[in-house]
């Protein structure tokens, strides 16, 4: 079907008849979510506090490693975390404190990346771990929120720069995908977006109501994103704390822009089509279907831009 004549026809389609369809087409792929009990322990990676969330079942599971907004500590991120952990992901969420510009705060760093590999490969060893024997640590993918989707974005290109690494950084081999929410390349203070020479596929979800990171310059990041596969999945009335577990964290930068979309339906949404998005560049099939295919018409909250 011609592109701009479907996306016509969602607009103009019933909510009653997208919400039939979206039950139908989204069963197989929330019901994973639903039946995966998740459970969560507290971890140090590199002197980092980090909380751990992990699927009770499955091995050989692939660590997601989640970049920090500015300022918003790790425990804003359980719901997002744990909904993201149920499609099968070992999800580590570290607070990491530096110095930033002289101002000291939770900044997260493109290091991160591979402290997080080290720390997969001991745990992956350690008996006592719950996750004993669970981890497929050659495997890394990353979610990032806002600042933290900036440090996932230098990562994607392959060398981490100021300021998102302290010091010049090489991405781990290990990383294979990146995802973030509310984050784009423009250069600080300014309205210039740089281009993004990603060497891994990059998807980019984006709150249509977000008013720290403009919706505008998130699209513009996602045009001159070299690399492919690459996405745009708008989220139809998140703001830039769609992704968290409250509005407006304590201690982060507010959005007065006002969220429309309830919170935990934008929890749900944004971590359902991250993990969609990470498993679909891992290989899994379904997942590519999902993304590719199915999720947008099912979804009447989403709208999704892509190249394979």
């Given amino acids: 079907m011609n592109v701009t004549l479907f996306r016509s026809w969602k607009r103009r389609v019933s909510v009653a008849a997208v919400t039939a369809l979206a039950g139908a087409l989204l ?37 997601a490693l989640l970049l920090q907004g500015a300022n918003v500590d790790k425990s804003y991120y359980a719901a ?19 110095s930033l510009f002289g101002v000291t705060g939770l900044y997260p760093e493109g290091a991160q990346a591979g402290w997080t590999v ?42 981490c720069v100021i300021p998102f690494c302290a010091v010049a950084n090489t991405a781990p081999s290990e990383l294979e995908a990146v995802v973030t929410y509310g984050g784009n390349n423009t250069l600080y203070g300014t309205s210039l977006v740089l281009p993004v020479l990603n060497t891994v596929p990059v998807g980019y979800l984006q709150g249509t109501a977000d008013g720290i990171a403009a919706p ?29 577990d409250v509005q407006n964290p304590a201690g982060a930068i507010p ?6 979309l309830g919170q935990a339906a934008g929890v749900e949404t944004i971590a359902r089509w991250s993990a969609q998005w990470l498993l679909a560049q891992l290989g899994d099939s379904a997942a590519k279907k999902y993304v590719y295919t199915t999720g947008d018409a099912a979804d009447p909250n989403v709208t999704v831009t892509y190249v394979k």
């Fill in 27 to 63: 069963a197989p792929a929330t019901a994973q979510a639903a039946t995966t009990a998740v459970a969560s322990y507290p971890t140090t990676i590199n002197g980092d506090s980090a909380d751990v969330y992990y699927p009770a079942k499955g091995t050989r599971l692939p660590v």
């Fill in 255 to 260: 959005d007065t822009s006002a969220q429309t």
């Fill in 80 to 98: 997002y975390a744990s909904t993201l952990a149920s499609y099968g992901f070992v999800v580590a969420v570290p607070n990491h404190t530096r």
């Fill in 118 to 159: 080290d720390w997969a490969g001991a745990e992956d060893d350690n008996t006592a771990s719950p996750l004993h024997g669970r981890i497929d640590e050659h495997t890394l993918v990353l979610a990032g929120h806002s600042f933290g989707a900036a440090t996932a974005l230098s990562l994607s290109t392959g060398l």
């Fill in 216 to 244: 505008g310059e998130g699209r513009t990041t996602y045009n001159l994103t070299a690399g492919t596969p690459k996405a745009f999945i708008e989220v139809a009335g998140t703001n830039h704390y769609g992704v968290t």
